[in-house]
């Protein structure tokens, strides 16, 4: 019998590595049950913090019944972790089976699906904070602190750690694109602020202007990354292809994608739901429960992944995750997002606060510094999870009104006109 597969009634039929061979004689009544349950039990095993997921229908019980907001907050969670490492795992399945070039397109859909959800919720409701946090949030965990582990886990298995410097330079470069375009809506905010024009509507349509030029370079970036520059990323698709697609069929892992994704919607209602009561209680910020809390929970999987893969020395595929993902959050879901806003009349932009926008700008001045040279070390590996911890005790003391409030609905905040100027002249 095939290693993945069986005979059943004169038909193939898929089945786990290392199935009973008595499978084959019985009826299909029965081998059908037992394959779907052993699929299951293999599913669950797939990652130990799918311990977690008794945590999900009691979130949503929580959220259901109204109970306590901070207790509907921590049980809804723990309960988007496991199903953020279950949405990983199905990704990598039916990205293995569908081919690289529709692999790949699942992995761009599919690879931020936590944050994209969790932001979609919360736009629907108004909260621009949390969608802009949480975005911003996003990409520095994964250049910062996921990068960092992958560093200091690669730094401590050999001395120094080598991986594809134009590749990581492409991204990195992409990133700094991304980052300009969260510069220069703030630059003229302030320079349009105290003129008679209208300053809101005119960022808007710079916003959404700038999110369509994003979505193209993002789209350019594919095909670069599929067809035309394949060569450059084969060694990261091998390295993925050998444990890959080896558990789910196409249509086992399509199902579990849309259950799952189903579950994470539901427990981002209740979670967005009580964030304002967290606030009040905890005395924390909007800000900081968006881009610090809320990336941990929707990168957990992202970042076990890619810590593990960079233990084993496949820094190539650490720095596709950790960039990759920083990289699809900035050109992808950003810009989907205001475009989204602007289709169901919600006033996202990309003019982010001043302190966040220079600590994106710094952020990825700092990365592009460290992987210029295609190596790594434990060090550099510091260096990055020590800047993501100052920046987390920086937004942990920062108010949500230190600089007007909202950016989409008025405030004074806004970057002096000569503030980047100054800063890269004292450079």
Known sequence: MPPNGGILNGETTPLLSGGSSNTADEPKWKALPKHILTTIWATLCSNYVNVLLVFVPIGIIAGALGWNPTAVFILNFIAI????????????????????????LMNATFGNAVELIVSIVALREGKIRIVQSSMLGSILSNILLVLGCCFLAGGIRERESSFNATVAST?????AVACSSLIIPATLYAALRDSKTETESNILLLS????????????????FQLFSHHSLFADVGEDEDDEAGSTLSPVAAGFALVIVTVMVAICAEYLVDSID?????????????????????GNAAEHVTAVI????????LAINVAIGSSMQIALFVTPFLVILGWIIGKPMSLRFETFETVVFFLSVLVVNYLIQDGKSNYLEGAMCIGTYTIIALAFYVYPDDATGGNPNHGGTGGIPPDFFKSLLSSG
């Open 208 to 223: 959404r202007g700038t999110s369509i030029i994003l979505l193209i370079l993002y789209l350019m970036y594919l095909y």
């Open 81 to 104: 972790v496991p199903l953020a490492a279950l949405l990983s795992f199905a990704t990598e399945e039916i990205s293995a089976k569908l081919g690289q070039t529709l692999g790949g």
């Open 277 to 297: 009561a967290i606030v009040q209680t905890a005395h924390i910020s909007e800000t900081f429960v968006g881009l610090i809390l809320l990336p941990i929970v």
């Open 171 to 175: 991204m990195s470069s992409l990133m």
């Open 309 to 316: 893969v960079a233990s084993k020395g496949k820094m190539d």
